[in-house]
């Protein structure tokens, strides 16, 4: 199984950016997709999450209205559109993968993992 991160660069503030992360390997529609991020000297921390069932979304309160998680059970791949982008947005964004349950904010519970796409805001 692999996930392939890929969307990210340099962006002044208030841009936009667009992450994808396809899937390989399996199928992942019924499974729960999710980005993190971790920016240096910090823990990664939850982004945003998507279910399989009824495409219910979750997100942190620092991107709530500015980002928004979308996936495509045909292609395999989750989105993550990132609009009015800050300099503390600046991280390695991360996809990730995980069977249905709760707890899904926690990067801990997620078994796939994709390589990460560098994200940077500049002011």
């Known amino acids: 199984v692999q996930l392939q991160a890929s969307g990210g660069g340099l962006v002044q503030a208030g841009g936009s950016l667009r992450l994808s992360c396809t899937a390989s390997g399996r199928t992942f529609s019924s499974y729960v997709m999710g980005w993190f991020r971790q920016a240096p000297g910090k823990e990664r921390e939850f982004v945003a999450v998507i279910r399989s069932s009824f495409m219910n979304t979750y997100y942190a309160d620092s991107v709530k209205g500015r980002f928004t998680i979308s996936r495509d059970n045909a292609k395999n791949t989750v989105y993550l559109q990132m609009n009015s982008l800050k300099p503390e947005d600046t991280a390695v964004y991360y996809c990730?993968?995980?069977?249905?349950?709760?707890?899904?904010?926690?990067?801990?519970?997620?078994?796939?993992w994709g390589q990460g796409t560098q994200v940077t805001v500049s002011s």
């Open positions: 990730a993968v995980r069977e249905s349950g709760s707890n899904v904010y926690d990067s801990k519970s997620y078994r796939y």
